[in-house]
């Protein structure tokens, strides 16, 4: 979706940034951001205390709550997605460069892929 809005508006982005998290250029508070993400991937208790207090400390409140959403609502899709069964069917191909290229596979069920 990212990369079909990006082309739609005629916008470029790093996706690379996505997965490695090392390119996220001028997004503000991106250090802060990365590692809020990574805690709430981690499921560590005590790391996302960490990242949320730092985020809060740098970014503000209102910037970690809108964070912590966009996480939630992530989450929300794929555990709906994966709950329901759904694959990517005839998108499987056309994205199998780009998955390929971003490591997404290594992620993915290759039964439903």
Known sequence: M??????????????????????????????ELLAFAEA???????TITIARDQLVKTAGQDVMVDAAGVASNFQRMVRIAD???????????????????LGINSFANRSSV
Not at 40 to 46: A, L, R
Not at 83 to 101: F, K, N, Q
Request: proline share 2%; hydrophobic share 40%; no cysteine.
């Open 2 to 31: 990212l990369r079909a809005s990006s082309e739609t508006h005629d916008e470029s982005i790093n996706l690379d940034a996505v997965m490695a998290g090392g390119a996220a250029g001028e997004i503000e508070f991106a250090t």
């Open 40 to 46: 709430i991937v981690s499921g560590e208790d005590h």
């Open 83 to 101: 709950s329901t069964g759904i694959v990517l069917g005839p998108m499987a191909e056309v994205t199998s460069d780009l998955r390929e290229s």
